[in-house]
T-cell receptor, first 113, second 118 residues
Framework: KQEVTQIPAALSVPEGENLVLNCSFT??????LQWFRQDPGKGLTSLLL?????REQTSGRLNASLDKSSGRSTLYIAASQPGDSATYLC????????????FGAGTQVVVTP | NAGVMQNPRHLVRRRGQEARLRCSPM?????VYWYRQLPEEGLKFMVY????????ESGMPKERFSAEFPKEGPSILRIQQVVRGDSAAYFC????????????????FGEGSRLTVL
């Protein structure tokens, strides 16, 4: 059974620092891994999707890496801003699934001005 | 291009009543997924549907919960005889296809429907 863990559970950094969010999964037979952002009381915004054959994806200040063999993904957010404050969720889709995602519990990020 | 639309955004029901949550997928998407986020818990998969078919309902409670995605109209998640433990945020997601060489299988989520059972 796939288990997804996100560390740390919460993170507070001053504005301008780089953020490093970790996600680990127990079963390396994945189809893809998706990072989301969730603001309080809101839905999920897709940030980056990495296919199992890829090593990383980049979008603006965001970079996500994937090491499938070790069951790890890392989301880097460069030069953090107060607007980056949110909960970040990692979700894994198994190779044999129909699109069912297994979510981590999330990392709650606060960027202080 | 409108995103995934869910309604109502907030719903209050008394114990024993029925709750109906609606989801319209993104244009061009034929796959719909329902997830539930209980207070202080992560998102859990409930059900995956294509038009007129339930593909995977392994995450659905065996009783009181049902889902459909008719040929015309939105997908509906129905909860009968609600109890306080049903209070949660219910999210709908859609994708173009389930995956394959020409498709990333990326899921796009709606804003959620927040059910409160009194």
């Amino acid at each position: 059974k796939q288990e997804v863990t996100q560390i740390p559970a919460a993170l507070s950094v001053p504005e301008g620092e780089n953020l490093v969010l970790n996600c680990s999964f127990t079963d390396s037979a994945i189809y893809n891994l998706q990072w989301f952002r969730q603001d309080p009381g809101k839905g999920l915004t897709s940030l980056l999707l990495i296919q199992s054959s890829q090593r990383e994806q980049t979008s603006g200040r965001l970079n996500a890496s994937l090491d499938k063999s070790s069951g790890r993904s890392t989301l880097y957010i460069a030069a953090s801003q107060p607007g980056d404050s949110a909960t970040y969720l990692c979700a894994v889709r198994a190779a044999d699934s129909w699109g069912k995602l297994q979510f981590g519990a999330g990392t709650q990020v606060v960027v202080t001005p | 291009n409108a995103g995934v639309m869910q309604n109502p955004r907030h719903l209050v029901r008394r114990r024993g009543q029925e709750a109906r949550l609606r989801c319209s997928p993104m244009k061009g998407h034929s796959h719909v997924y329902w997830y539930r986020q209980l207070p202080e818990e992560g998102l859990k998969f409930m059900v995956y549907l294509q038009k007129e078919n339930i593909i995977d309902e392994s995450g659905m409670p065996k009783e009181r919960f049902s889902a459909e995605f008719p040929k015309e109209g939105p997908s509906i998640l129905r909860i009968q005889q609600v109890v306080r433990g049903d209070s949660a945020a219910y999210f709908c997601a859609s994708s173009r296809t389930s995956g394959g060489p020409s498709n990333t299988g990326e899921l796009f989520f709606g804003e959620g429907s927040r059910l409160t059972v009194l």
